[in-house]
């Protein structure tokens, strides 16, 4: 049965519905939840923007953007982005999904959590990182209709305390890791939630190398 939430298709393809079933099986409902609005977020800001995407890679990309915060996706040594794009590659290949089209859901997953950048690449990668941006940080918040967000939250509700525990989430998937916080908004995450979290400092990397000068 076709799903239509605030006026977007819910893409409805065999490889969709197994990428549906799969993260539900795989994530909770708060993860869930917000991969799923995070689609909706994305493509209305598509459209906004009279942008040109394929629903279907964008509905990828924010299903598996936070795969790596599993612990059935997550690596012991790569970022959790990293983690949740390499599950999103290897599901697409099992489909037969075009090279450029894995690379743009790679990357769409991989630099979701880097700002300034996705934004000025390819739809797929501007779009999940706008729709993570607008459930998990609020931006271009007024940009969306009262209409769309309460019928997106209507559907896939945020929980009451959503903004703490999402944070939490942030930390559960980084905190055995804190090396791959190094240079991304993670390490706000582990500053604010591991009292033994140290930053690693770029300047003390460049003047500690083993270059003489």
Known sequence: MTEIIAGIRVPDSAMARAAT??????????LYNHSRRVF??????GNRRKLKFDPELLYI????HDMGLTSAHASPDLRFEVDGANAARDFL???????????????SIALHTTPGIPEHMRPTVALVTAGVEMDVLGI?????????RDH???HHPREANFKENIIDHFAGGTIKKPHTTFGNVKADVLALKDMNYVRT?????ILGSK???
């Open 21 to 30: 079933q799969l993260v539900r099986e795989t994530e909770d409902d708060l």
């Open 40 to 45: 909706f977020w994305g493509a209305l800001t």
């Open 61 to 64: 990309g924010a299903m598996f």
């Open 93 to 107: 290949r099992g489909y037969g999904v075009a090279e450029r089209d894995i690379e743009d859901v790679w990357a």
């Open 140 to 148: 271009a918040y007024d940009d969306f209709s009262h209409e769309h």
């Open 152 to 154: 997106v939250c209507a």
């Open 201 to 205: 400092n770029f300047c003390s990397i």
């Open 211 to 213: 270059w003489p000068t």
